[in-house]
């Protein structure tokens, strides 16, 4: 298990990763006037993939899961897609991508990148990392729970953005 949590830590720290891209992206469309919507639900997210990491090494921990390569080596190729799918999204929408919804007034709508084929590519990339890592390790009580709950999140941030992307930018 120890390549496991080696597995875990790196996407933590790819996650941090994140975090700084968002805060420089966030100055960035600020001062462009940009506005931030659906900031109730954004602290839920954030507690969401905390837990997600959190999980992920305790249940193959604490109920001694086995990793099952017929399982396992498919579902870590996912994630890995999964994260190049991320990347993909981040680097093509610049410093308009955020994990936070903040629209600037009159940008028009990114149409390149994985943008051309799906409009959310990015929750793609969450729905599908959130099923496959924890079932690299055979956690699937993790890997049920919190893709029942980024359902539920995911539907209240699409509304979300959809809305404020509607209501801010040009057609």
Same mark, same amino acid.
């Given at each position: 298990m120890p390549w496991y949590v080696l597995?875990?830590?790196? =996407?933590?720290?790819?996650?941090? @990763?994140?975090?700084?891209?968002?805060?420089?992206?966030?100055?960035?469309?600020?001062?462009?006037?940009? =506005?931030e919507h659906g900031r109730g639900h954004y602290p839920v997210m954030v507690a969401l993939h905390a837990g997600l990491l959190a999980c992920c090494l305790l249940e193959p921990a604490l109920a001694d899961r086995p990793f099952l390569p017929a399982l396992g080596w498919p579902m870590l190729a996912l994630a890995v897609l999964a994260q190049a799918l991320r990347w993909w999204c981040i680097t093509t929408l610049g410093p308009y991508w955020n994990t936070r919804v903040i629209v600037v007034p009159g940008?028009?709508?990114?149409?390149?990148?994985p943008y051309r084929f799906l409009r959310h590519p990015n929750y793609? $990339?969450? =729905? =599908?990392?959130?099923?496959?890592?924890?079932?690299?390790?055979? @956690?699937?009580l993790?890997?049920?729970?919190?893709?029942?709950?980024?359902?539920?999140?995911?539907?209240?941030?699409?509304?979300c953005e959809n809305a404020a992307?509607?209501? $801010?930018?040009?057609?």
């Open positions: 597995l875990v830590l790196a =996407v933590a720290a790819e996650r941090f @990763a994140e975090l700084v891209v968002a805060r420089r992206n966030a100055a960035w469309t600020f001062a462009r006037a940009g =506005v940008a028009r709508l990114v149409g390149a990148g793609l $990339a969450v =729905v =599908v990392e959130i099923a496959a890592l924890p079932l690299v390790h055979t @956690a699937w993790t890997a049920a729970a919190f893709t029942v709950a980024n359902a539920i999140l995911l539907t209240v941030r699409i509304r992307l509607t209501h $801010a930018v040009p057609a």
